[in-house]
């Protein structure tokens, strides 16, 4: 059981970033009028969907890593540690959000970026504990 509180942690942080976007921090839930009349969402609602969904494959990495041996959990953490890098970048570099302060937002993109750090810290330290030839050939 010892070897399972990490993976549970982080299964617990990825049920956050949820938790954080769609109940206590989702991002507005504005449209932007289009030059043809259409409307469509802003670019902070496409994150915020890019990250639930990457959110939700991090939680599939974190539940295998219950039915492996520790050698190959350590592996499986590699894919977790990148979900985890994946996720805060979605919102700040590759889809983006709005650029007005004081927006939804912004609080959405704090909770997405300091619980993706600390489950990547968790992945680094799950793979790296235990001594000698810990990190995966």
């Known amino acids: 059981m010892r070897e399972k509180i990490i993976p549970i942690i982080q299964t617990v942080l990825a049920l956050a970033i949820i938790g954080a976007e769609k109940i206590w921090a989702p991002v507005c839930t504005g449209l932007l009028d289009l030059a043809n009349g ?3 969402h802003m670019k902070c609602w496409f994150s915020s969907q890019a990250v639930l969904m990457i959110a939700l494959v991090l939680i599939a990495i974190i539940v295998t890593m219950f039915f492996v041996e520790a050698s190959s959990r350590k592996k499986i953490q590699i894919a977790a540690i990148t979900a985890a890098i994946i996720m805060p970048l979605t919102f700040t570099k590759v889809i ?3 650029m007005m302060e004081g927006m939804a937002c912004h609080s959405t993109s704090m909770w997405v ?5 600390v489950i990547a810290v968790l992945g680094i330290t799950d793979i790296l504990k235990g001594g000698r030839n810990q990190i995966p050939k």
Do not use: E, R
Not at 113 to 117: E, G, Q, T
């Open 38 to 40: 259409n409307q469509t």
């Open 96 to 98: 983006g959000m709005c």
């Open 113 to 117: 970026i300091v619980l993706s750090a």
